[in-house]
T-cell receptor, first 112, second 114 residues
Framework: QKEVEQNSGPLSVPEGAIASLNCTYSDRGSQSFFWYRQYSGKSPELIMFIYSNGDKEDGRFTAQLNKASQYVSLLIRDSQPSDSATYLCAVNRRTGGFKTIFGAGTRLFVKA | DTEVTQTPKHLVMGMTNKKSLKCEQHMGHRAMYWYKQKAKKPPELMFVYSYEKLSINESVPSRFSPECPNSSLLNLHLHALQPEDSALYLC?????????????FGEGSRLTVL
């Protein structure tokens, strides 16, 4: 079982729709949970992080965490073509520095 | 603009060469990381430095040798690499005063081993 699992997609949504990205993790010792966005040929950039159960909203993005189910999700409202990218779910635990493990990523296409 | 700077952006080397990748950050972060990323794959953790000391080595072959000269600099020395080591090498940093540990990535060094 992989530590972090995501549906690799591609996920295709029309412009203006809600995109829903999901992730599960296996290590119950994981402390913090992240969504990074990576455009083709670029490095990952942080979209959101969450470490408490529930929802966290930032603009068009909402992250949801359910530690009992070991489940993290990202909702993107009013999706734009510029949101087309690979979305990487990541989890970490503190051991010295932080050991951050990435899921395989979900490719999102937003059609204009 | 990224606050984590990596050089060089592109590197081509032969299997007998010795080269180094460099990374610099000026955000006062006390943890620095090397990740390797192959095409269409997620970043894979290689090394973690915490307060300039190596805290995590993910069983990386010895032909990769990390070095952290000070809290702002991180190097990755490369020697006798194999063609399968061709990849994007990402440096990242994070704070250690927070428990969340979000990573700030550089733009990466794209390595080709011939």
């Amino acid at each position: 079982q992989k530590e972090v699992e995501q549906n690799s997609g591609p996920l295709s949504v029309p412009e203006g729709a809600i995109a829903s990205l999901n992730c599960t993790y296996s290590d119950r010792g994981s402390q913090s949970f992240f969504w990074y966005r990576q455009y083709s040929g670029k490095s990952p950039e942080l979209i959101m992080f969450i470490y408490s159960n529930g929802d966290k909203e930032d603009g068009r993005f909402t992250a949801q965490l359910n530690k009992a189910s070991q489940y993290v999700s990202l909702l993107i409202r009013d999706s734009q073509p510029s949101d087309s990218a690979t979305y990487l779910c990541a989890v970490n635990r503190r051991t010295g520095g932080f050991k951050t493990i990435f899921g395989a990523g979900t490719r999102l296409f937003v059609k204009a | 603009d990224t606050e984590v700077t990596q050089t060089p952006k592109h590197l081509v080397m032969g299997m007998t060469n010795k080269k180094s990748l460099k990374c610099e950050q000026h955000m006062g972060h006390r943890a620095m990381y090397w990740y390797k990323q192959k095409a269409k794959k997620p970043p894979e953790l290689m090394f973690v430095y915490s307060y300039e000391k190596l805290s995590i080595n993910e069983s990386v072959p010895s032909r990769f040798s990390p070095e952290c000269p000070n809290s702002s600099l991180l190097n990755l020395h490369l020697h006798a690499l194999q063609p399968e080591d061709s990849a994007l090498y990402l440096c990242a940093s994070s704070q250690l005063t927070r428990d969340t540990g979000e990573l700030f990535f550089g733009e990466g060094s794209r390595l080709t081993v011939l």
